[in-house]
C-alpha cells in the first residue's frame, strides 16, 4: 500500500511540474500572441522561419535564498542556431579562471600574441571584448585559453549543450594550435606559453545544421547549403544558466566561476557599461550599441539595471541578459535569439538586423520584462 502512495505521490508531482512548465511556455506564447506590436505578432507568425527561441527566468527573493520561475518559448536545444559573439561571455570568464590559476599573472598583465603588432593586457581584452564586442579581443584570449581549456572546464561545472571550436572572423579559425604568447613583467619577457596543440571536436549532432540556398566564400557565390556542424555552439538554455549562476551564485554550487569579489564587480560593470561610459567615441558606438534587449530601438540613455551579452552574425541576433527592474524589484535573466535572412543566402551582409531582429528583441525585453524605458 505505502508503495503504490509513493507512486501516485511521485506521478502527481511529475504532471504538476509539466503542467507548469507548460503554464510558463504558454505565458510567453500568450504575451507575444496577444502583444499589440504588429511587429512581434509578425514574427509569432513566422516563429519557425525566424528561428525564434526565448527563455524568461524570473529570480524571485525569498528568506533563505531565490526560487527560480522559467518560462520558455520554442525551445529546443537540438535545433542549431549560430551564437555569434554570446560566447564570448564564457570565454571571459575562464580567461580570469585561468589568471587566478596562475601566481604569476593578474588582470593586468601585459602580454603579446605570436603574430601580432601590440602588447596588451588582459584587462583591455576583457574590456573592448564586453563594450565593442571586439573579435580580436576574443580571438586573444582563445589563443591564452586553448579549445580543450574551454571545453573542458565549462563540461566540469556541468554545462552540457554547448561546443566552443574556433576563432572569430579570421583566417585559420579553426586551427587546433594556438599561438605562442609572450607575458612582460617591467617591458621585459618574464613568462611564454608555447603552442598548445588541441584535440579535435566531433562535428554537431543536430538539426538545421545546414543554413541558406548559398554563402559567400571568398567573393564567390556557392550554390548550396553552408555546413555549421563545425561551428561553434551554445544552446540558448545554457546562456541561460551561466548568468544565472554568474549573478545568483547561491542557486548552484557546481557551476560557480573562479572568480574574487573584485573580478565580478570588474565584470558587472563592463555588462552594463555603455561605450561612451568606457570612453569611447559615442558617433561610432552610440549608447544603444550592443543594447538589444529594451533599448535595440532606442537610442537614449541607458539604464545600467541590464548586464547583458550580444551576438550578431550570419543572419542571427542573440542577447543574453541579466535585467533588473528596479521599479517592481524583480531580477530577470532573458535570452533569445532571432534569424532574419530573408534572400537565404548566408555572409552576404544582407540581413534584416535593423528592420526584424533587433526592434524584435528590443520589443520583446520590453514586454516580458515589463520594463519601463523612461525609469
Do not use: W
Amino acid at each position: 500500500m505505502d508503495k503504490i502512495f509513493e507512486k501516485i505521490i511521485k506521478y502527481s508531482l511529475i504532471f504538476t511540474l509539466i503542467f507548469i512548465e507548460n503554464s510558463y511556455a504558454q505565458s510567453i506564447r500568450s504575451i507575444l500572441k496577444n502583444s499589440e506590436s504588429e511587429l512581434i505578432n509578425y514574427v509569432y507568425k513566422n516563429k519557425e522561419k525566424f528561428e525564434v527561441q526565448i527563455i524568461l527566468t524570473e529570480l524571485k527573493k525569498r528568506k533563505n535564498g531565490f526560487t527560480i520561475h522559467k518560462k520558455k518559448f520554442n525551445v529546443d536545444k537540438k535545433n542549431y542556431f549560430y551564437p555569434a559573439s554570446s560566447i564570448k561571455l564564457p570565454i571571459a570568464l575562464l580567461t580570469i579562471e585561468k589568471i587566478n590559476e596562475n601566481p604569476n599573472l593578474n588582470i593586468n598583465s601585459e602580454f603579446s600574441i605570436e603574430g601580432d603588432s601590440i602588447i596588451t593586457t588582459f584587462k583591455k581584452e576583457i574590456t573592448d571584448l564586453f563594450i565593442i564586442s571586439s573579435n580580436e579581443s576574443y580571438n586573444r584570449l582563445f589563443e591564452f585559453l586553448g579549445q580543450d581549456y574551454i571545453n573542458k572546464k565549462l563540461k566540469q561545472k556541468g554545462f552540457k549543450d554547448f561546443s566552443i571550436s574556433h576563432r572569430l572572423s579570421t583566417k585559420e579559425s579553426d586551427n587546433l594550435k594556438t599561438k605562442e604568447i609572450n607575458f612582460y613583467r617591467n617591458g621585459e619577457i618574464n613568462q611564454i606559453q608555447k603552442s598548445i596543440n588541441n584535440k579535435p571536436l566531433t562535428k554537431l549532432n543536430l538539426k538545421n545544421l545546414n543554413k541558406g540556398v548559398g554563402f559567400i566564400l571568398d567573393n564567390q557565390l556557392q550554390n548550396k547549403s553552408m555546413d555549421f556542424s563545425r561551428k561553434n555552439y551554445f544552446s540558448i538554455e545554457e546562456l541561460n544558466n551561466i548568468l544565472i549562476f554568474l549573478f545568483f551564485p547561491e542557486v548552484s554550487k557546481n557551476k560557480k566561476f573562479n572568480l574574487s569579489k573584485s573580478q565580478n564587480l570588474l565584470i558587472q560593470k563592463l555588462m552594463s557599461s555603455t561605450p561612451f561610459d568606457m570612453g569611447f567615441d559615442k558617433n561610432i558606438y552610440p549608447n544603444n550599441y550592443n543594447k538589444f534587449f529594451i533599448y535595440g530601438d532606442k537610442d537614449g540613455m541607458i539604464n545600467d539595471n541590464i548586464y547583458n551579452k550580444v551576438g550578431n552574425a550570419y543572419g542571427y541576433s542573440i542577447d543574453n541578459a541579466y535585467i533588473y527592474n528596479k521599479n517592481s524589484d524583480r531580477h530577470f535573466v532573458l535570452t533569445a535569439c532571432i534569424y532574419t535572412n530573408a534572400n537565404n543566402i548566408i555572409n552576404d551582409n544582407y540581413y534584416e538586423y535593423d528592420e526584424i531582429g533587433i526592434p524584435f528583441l528590443a520589443e520583446i525585453g520590453r514586454f516580458l520584462t515589463n520594463y519601463n524605458i523612461r525609469q
